[in-house]
């Protein structure tokens, strides 16, 4: 199962998939996406790369184990919530921030943007954690 | 966007509507008489690709450009469907 073909495609659609899904975390708080649909189509583009170079290339291409990204995601999640504490606010108030970064204008940042980056890497882990196990056998 | 213009678009789309679902039935019918397996997971893939462009003409026709990100999603998606299951097929192949 390890054509030229298949792993020279895998080898472009993997960061083409890795940016659209980062794309669909940063867009999902107020339009379509967020961090569930990033975390999937993230762990399809390595699940991709793992069918086409073996599990072994994609557990190295991670460079950790997938269940430290759900350990990670869980943590982020967490801290985005207790970051209102500071404020004397009920926990997960979302906090917002406004950036004026150059050539992009003013942008709002916020905890429920850390927040979905912790979905994004729960579901990551726990998909790869499922797909690769399921591979190896 | 004049009348004229918008006549031609909503027939544009009928047509298109109609010719997918033609594909669809044709599609659908591979996948149900398929004899081999490798048929049915060409049938399924081709299912696939018509959904992203039954996706992209529902897009135009309700006029909502969010729709065209499900069609992304999907063509990039599929693809990865197709070669599991070929993976699949293959694999089966070998052990028997």
Redesign the interface.
């Known amino acids: ?1 390890t054509t030229v073909i ?1 792993r020279t495609a895998a080898r472009y ?1 993997l960061p ?2 890795l940016l ?1 899904s980062v794309f ?1 975390v940063l867009r999902g708080h107020h ?3 967020g961090g569930f ?1 990033g975390g999937l ?1 993230a762990s ?1 583009s390595v ?2 790369y793992a ?2 170079s073996g599990v072994r290339d994609a557990a190295h291409l991670l460079r950790t184990d997938p269940r430290m990204l759900i350990g990670a995601g869980l943590l982020l999640a967490l801290a985005s919530g207790l970051l209102s504490f500071f404020g004397g606010q009920p926990f997960m108030t979302g906090q917002w921030v406004s950036l004026v970064l150059p050539g992009m204008g003013e942008i709002h940042v916020g905890t429920p943007l850390v927040f979905d980056v912790g979905v994004y890497l729960v579901v990551l882990g726990t998909v790869l954690t499922i797909i690769l196990s399921l591979l190896e056998q | 966007m004049n009348g004229y213009e918008s006549t031609i678009l909503q027939a544009a789309l009928l047509a298109a509507a109609l010719m997918l679902t033609a594909a669809f039935l044709l599609a659908f019918l591979r996948l149900i008489r398929g004899p081999s397996v490798p048929d049915r997971v060409v049938a399924l893939d081709l299912v696939a690709v018509l959904v992203v462009a039954a996706v992209a003409v529902q897009c135009i026709a309700a006029d909502q450009p969010v729709l065209f990100d499900a069609a992304l999603v999907l063509a990039l998606v599929a693809f990865l469907g197709t070669v599991a299951f070929a993976r699949y097929v293959e694999r089966s192949g070998r052990d028997d």
């Open positions: 199962m298949l659609l083409l998939m659209f669909l339009e379509p996406g649909v189509v399809s699940i991709l069918l086409a």
